[in-house]
């Protein structure tokens, strides 16, 4: 599968419970954040060769905010369960 840098198949590419996770940790309703989530998609690939294009781009700021600290704050708690896991196994 070719990603090609585009957040919203990346996005998809996680569990689906974690797909959620990061969702209600973003505390925007589903609906919005699939929107936005598309809108910031192909940014990686729009910006990264930015110079060949005349004119300006534009991005939410505040969303790709929002969606790298609900991603960390889920991976932050995916680590800690699985650290109790490993104690408790030990």
């Known amino acids: 599968m070719i990603l090609q840098?585009?957040?919203d198949k990346l996005f998809n590419c996680l569990a689906e419970a974690?797909?959620?996770r990061i969702i209600i940790e973003s505390?925007?309703?589903a609906e919005s954040f699939r929107q936005n989530l598309e809108a910031v998609s192909n940014s990686f690939?729009?910006?990264r060769y930015i110079y060949e294009h005349r004119g300006t781009k534009s991005i939410s700021e505040e969303f790709l905010l929002m969606?790298?600290?609900a991603i960390e704050n889920v991976a932050l708690e995916?680590?800690?369960e699985q650290r109790a896991n490993i104690k408790?196994?030990?």
Request: avoid cysteine; glycine fraction near 10%; hydrophobic fraction near 45%.
């Open 78 to 80: 995916k680590i800690k």
């Open 45 to 47: 690939v729009e910006w």
């Open 27 to 29: 505390g925007v309703e």
């Open 88 to 90: 408790r196994d030990v």
């Open 18 to 20: 974690d797909r959620l």
């Open 67 to 69: 969606l790298w600290s």
């Open 5 to 7: 840098g585009r957040l």
